[in-house]
């Protein structure tokens, strides 16, 4: 009796499917405040709230800037990733800008 793993020689494993990676991100409004949300295209999603869609924050001050990207394996983590982020102080979000400002120079 011959099983498939013993009469192939090129077996492969079998093929999962590949979860989209999604971002957490903050965009800059005009008054200088940060936005937090999340994407599986966060420059298309920026394209979108400065287009005036997309989340009523940027009603009243228009996006200016994509600031922060951070990948996630799956949307359920970048969910978290938003909850936590939204939790901090507004200095540590511009912590976060910063260390990503820093990350493009070096």
């Known amino acids: 009796m011959s099983t498939l793993s ?13 979860s989209k990676p999604w971002f957490v991100y903050l965009v800059r409004a005009a008054n200088g405040s940060l936005y937090c949300g999340i994407s599986d295209d966060p420059v298309r999603r920026f394209a979108t709230h400065q287009s005036g ?40 979000k511009e912590c976060l800008v910063a260390s990503a400002a820093a990350g493009l120079s070096t």
């Open 6 to 18: 013993e009469s192939s020689d090129t077996a492969t494993e079998p093929v999962l499917p590949v």
């Open 53 to 92: 869609k997309g989340a009523r924050f940027f009603l009243s001050s228009p996006a200016v800037a994509l600031v922060y990207t951070e990948v996630c394996r799956d949307k359920s983590e970048a969910l978290r990733q938003e909850r936590l982020i939204k939790k901090l102080r507004k200095s540590a």
